[in-house]
């Protein structure tokens, strides 16, 4: 007779499936954040690959941007945060706003005079994307608070935790 045991799939820790839909969630919010990041280079390049066709307003966001990322940079380096994880946190900054920008333009594509909507009001979206996506890359960066140490907890001083 065979001596091995299965573990039937009803029996498998509820931290394992945890960890793999928590690793599945954040892995996609990964995945819309890079094609955010993809979807606002695409669109101020939209012809060509030329800096000399970008409006002011391309320019001056990449100019913001610029700043933010290296902020960013500057702030996970100071705090000693792995490369990982300061990638991580404007992507997935960027996933949420890929989610908030894209399930209304679904909603909006479902009806027959989306064409018009979108191209009426493409210039007023485009400037809000790039303010959500410089908001998502300002609010990224680890800070140091008065109580809780950094903005995700890790270094909370022992009287504060008490």
């Not at 400037?127 to 109580?147: D, H, Q």
Request: charged share 15%; net charge positive; hydrophobic share 50%.
């Amino acid at each position: 007779m065979d001596n091995t045991t299965q573990i039937p799939l009803t029996k498998i820790p509820r931290k394992i499936i945890k960890t793999a839909f928590l690793f599945i969630g954040k892995s996609i919010l990964i995945l819309f954040g890079f094609l955010e990041f993809i979807s606002v280079i695409w669109e101020a390049f939209e012809q060509s690959i030329s800096f000399l066709e970008i409006s002011s307003l391309e320019m001056f966001f990449f100019v913001v941007f610029f700043f933010l990322v290296r902020r960013h940079i500057n702030a996970a380096s100071e705090y000693k945060m792995p490369w990982i994880k300061a990638l991580y946190l404007p992507l997935r900054n960027l996933g949420w706003l890929f989610l908030l920008f894209s399930v209304p333009i679904i909603f909006i594509s479902a009806q027959q005079e989306s064409v018009n909507f979108i191209s009426r009001y493409e210039n007023i979206l485009q400037f809000i994307e790039y303010i959500g996506v410089a908001i998502c890359t300002y609010l990224a960066a680890p800070v140091k608070s008065k109580n809780k140490g950094l903005n995700n907890g890790d270094d909370v001083p022992a009287e504060v935790s008490k």
